[in-house]
């Protein structure tokens, strides 16, 4: 079992930047591979980013390479979402989540947190 728990989250302006955060625990936790989604009102989970522990190897979705930027900190069991340049469209619950696999897919992932709402006003 895997327990997630994600923060930072909260009200920004348009431009402005957040670091969200999402908390790892359980037993072999660290064997799974984590990833960052979003889902924004109406719409489905859409993938963001993702992290392997083991190396620090990462993935992004098109869409996020240019201000998004996954980290990992192995001693906190800590992952990590920056950011930046944030816009009014980014306005999304974000959930990290756990996977077995090295994948994009919702459905490979078998944990997920409660989310961490982000609201960006224009």
């Known amino acids: 079992q895997v327990h997630l728990v994600e923060s930072g989250g909260g009200l920004v302006q348009a431009g402005g930047s957040l670091r969200l955060s999402c908390a790892v625990s359980?037993?072999?936790?660290?064997?799974?591979?984590m990833g960052w989604f979003r889902q924004a009102p109406g719409q489905e989970y859409k993938f963001v980013a993702r992290?392997?522990?083991?190396?620090?190897?990462?993935a992004y979705a098109d869409s996020a390479k240019d201000r998004f930027t996954i980290s990992r900190d192995y001693t906190k069991s800590t992952v990590y979402l920056q950011i930046n340049s944030l816009r009014p469209e980014d306005t999304a619950v974000y959930f990290c989540?756990?996977?077995?696999?090295?994948?994009?897919?919702?459905?490979?992932?078998?944990?997920w947190g409660q989310g961490t709402q982000v609201t960006v006003s224009s």
């Open positions: 359980g037993r072999s936790a660290k064997t799974y591979d």
């Open positions: 992290i392997m522990w083991s190396t620090g190897a990462t």
């Open positions: 989540a756990a996977a077995r696999e090295w994948s994009p897919n919702t459905a490979a992932y078998d944990f």
